[in-house]
């Protein structure tokens, strides 16, 4: 058993109140669910208007299927145009 962990920490330029930014973050999530069923929490910086961290994380019996699903949905996200990924990180246990 495999446990993957992406955490990202993202810029919303563009977010004026915690409104702005809670609306991007719930399009992550919910984008991030439907297509490839994963778990997601906001985990840092709620309370900032410009700035989030999140964790998504999914559990696969195989190594390589992991780091799949983590890697394809890093590419969705890096593809993004409401929202800038200033950091990011993989763990697997």
Do not use: C, H
Not at 17 to 38: A, E, G, H
Not at 62 to 87: C, H, N, P, W
Request: hydrophobic letters at 40%; charged letters at 30%.
């Amino acid at each position: 058993m495999v446990v993957a962990l992406l955490t990202i920490e993202i810029l919303v330029p563009n977010s004026g109140s915690l409104k702005d930014k809670r609306s991007i973050v719930k399009r992550i999530k919910d984008r991030s669910r439907n297509k490839f069923n994963i778990s997601v929490a906001e985990v840092e910086y709620q309370d900032k208007w410009q700035r989030a961290k999140l964790a998504f994380a999914t559990v696969s019996s195989d190594y390589k299927r992991a780091e799949e699903t983590l890697q394809k949905l890093f590419k969705m996200l890096d593809s993004d145009f409401g929202f800038e990924i200033v950091q990011f990180n993989f763990e697997y246990l």
